[in-house]
């Protein structure tokens, strides 16, 4: 009796074993670093090191303050936000060295009138969906830490991910994959009462 016990606990720590191993993708590894881009986001500055999406366990990068999370969204989306959409590569957080050009125009709209934003990080549609979720904030952090680095002020940078939830090119094909995996910026309305730096 005990041995029939014995088996048949042991069959099932196996089989639940090789259940939670197979098919999973391997969880998020930290972000690669954007290595070499100018510690100010102007083109022209010497490189001076990884600029990422930062660690708050740490105390490095830029940290996150979550006050704008229910600023509503501008209903007039300016075209210096909304045609720099920033591309990504696959599976990568970086900023790679040929979006940096957007950048730089979104941190100068940005820190023209001390505008606040939203970046939204997107990851197509591979992978789990919990992976893609981090993925896409990934972006948006890399992003934030840029333009933060540029001199935006870092608390009228607000992020959010939708993972693989809003493609914006529907298709299951790298054409497709390419355009959704991306970060993308919005105008941000101070609720009625408040400005850009908080209560009036």
């Known amino acids: 009796m005990k041995c029939t016990k014995f088996l048949n606990l042991t069959a099932a720590t196996l089989l639940l074993a090789v259940i939670s191993g197979v098919g999973c993708k391997r969880g998020p590894q930290a972000p690669p670093p954007l290595v070499n881009y100018p510690n100010k986001g102007v083109i022209g500055d010497e490189p001076t090191g990884p600029i990422g999406p930062g660690d708050a366990a740490t105390g490095t990068g830029i940290q996150i303050s979550g006050d704008k999370k229910d600023w509503p969204v501008d209903p007039n989306q300016p075209a210096a ?93 790298e054409a497709a994959w390419s355009k959704n995996r991306r970060a993308e910026f919005l105008l941000l309305q101070p609720p009625s009462g408040v400005g850009a730096t908080g209560p009036q």
């Not at 900023?95 to 979104?106: G, H, N, P, Q, T």
């Open 81 to 173: 936000l909304r045609d720099n959409t920033v591309y990504f590569d696959y599976d990568s957080s970086s900023v790679k060295r040929s979006e940096i050009s957007k950048l730089d125009a979104v941190a100068s709209y940005v820190k023209s009138g001390n505008k606040v934003i939203r970046v939204e990080g997107h990851a197509d549609e591979r992978g789990t969906e919990e992976y893609n979720r981090s993925l896409s904030e990934k972006r948006a952090q890399s992003v934030r830490e840029y333009l933060a680095r540029a001199g935006v002020d870092a608390n009228n940078i607000d992020v959010i991910s939708h993972g693989e939830d809003k493609p914006a090119v529907p298709g299951h094909n």
